[in-house]
């Protein structure tokens, strides 16, 4: 794999940043919904515990992404992780299916990882 990108460098270009603004943008729409169903969290009675568990996965997702803007390996493999995690809480908790998620992984899987595997021997 060394020998497919040697040319590359550690600079940041303009596909790199514009995946990770394209994950932060889908991964903000994840938690705009999640405030939402926390405002209305009485007349959809959700329960309690349920936003501790969705809040810090936002989190996780939030930090995914810096940590991969700092070419932290840990974030490649926390982000998806986090994303399929907020689907999942929303399928068993809620029942509902967001699109956000699957476009957010979707985004990951085809345009991120063009972006981040010709920089993965500067990842750390």
Do not use: C
């Not at 590359?8 to 995946?19: A, N, R, T, V, W």
């Not at 729409?29 to 939402?36: L, P, R, V, Y």
């Not at 998620?101 to 063009?114: A, K, P, W």
Request: proline share 3%.
């Amino acid at each position: 794999m060394d020998e497919n990108f040697k040319n590359e460098d550690p600079k940041k270009d303009m596909g790199f940043i514009l995946s990770l603004g394209a994950l932060l943008l889908f991964s903000l729409m994840g938690i705009g919904i999640d405030t939402d169903e926390f405002l209305q969290r009485v007349e959809l009675n959700i329960p309690g515990n349920y936003f501790i568990f969705i809040f810090g996965v936002d989190l996780l997702m939030i930090i995914g992404v810096v940590l991969i803007f700092f070419y932290r390996k840990i974030g490649v493999y926390l982000f998806p992780a986090a994303v399929f995690m907020h689907y999942m809480l929303h399928n068993y908790y809620l029942n509902t299916f967001l699109y956000t998620d699957v476009t957010n992984l979707f985004l990951f899987i085809s345009i991120g990882l063009v972006a981040f595997i010709p920089k993965w021997k500067f990842f750390k």
